[in-house]
Nanobody, 128 residues
Framework: QVQLVQSGGGLVQAGGSLRLSCAASGRTFSSYSMGWFRQAPGKEREFAAAISWSGRTTYNADSVKGRFTISRDNAKNTVYLQMNSLKPEDTAVYYC?????????????????????WGQGTQVTVSS
């Protein structure tokens, strides 16, 4: 069992930066791939970024590539999402997620059903 507790987020002007954190409980955090998803009002949950259990492999959605960076610290059981050059269209509730993802990793990490555990969500609002 893994519990995920998110922090960070808030209101920022376009072009600004925010960092989201997701702290996991349990001793098996380093076994899990971690992902960040977001959901805007009236829209489906959308993949943003993922990182492998070791941290050696990351994958970003085209919409955030070059602006968002996912990282993890397995010693602290925490995954981060650094968001730079934020745009109004980045406004959404952001969720972290944990899952055991093996084969076809770069394909499966973008699918919400690949993840077993989810954080509570945190609002990010980017004003123009």
């Amino acid at each position: 069992q893994v519990q995920l507790v998110q922090s960070g987020g808030g209101l920022v002007q376009a072009g600004g930066s925010l960092r989201l954190s997701c702290a996991a409980s349990g001793r098996t955090f380093s076994s899990y791939s971690m992902g960040w998803f977001r959901q805007a009002p009236g829209k489906e949950r959308e993949f943003a970024a993922a990182i492998s259990w070791s941290g050696r492999t990351t994958y970003n959605a085209d919409s955030v590539k070059g602006r968002f960076t996912i990282s993890r610290d397995n010693a602290k059981n925490t995954v981060y999402l650094q968001m730079n050059s934020l745009k109004p269209e980045d406004t959404a509730v952001y969720y972290c997620a944990a899952g055991i993802i093996g084969s076809a990793w770069s394909t499966r990490v973008g699918v919400p059903t690949a993840y077993d555990y989810w954080g509570q969500g945190t609002q990010v609002t980017v004003s123009s």
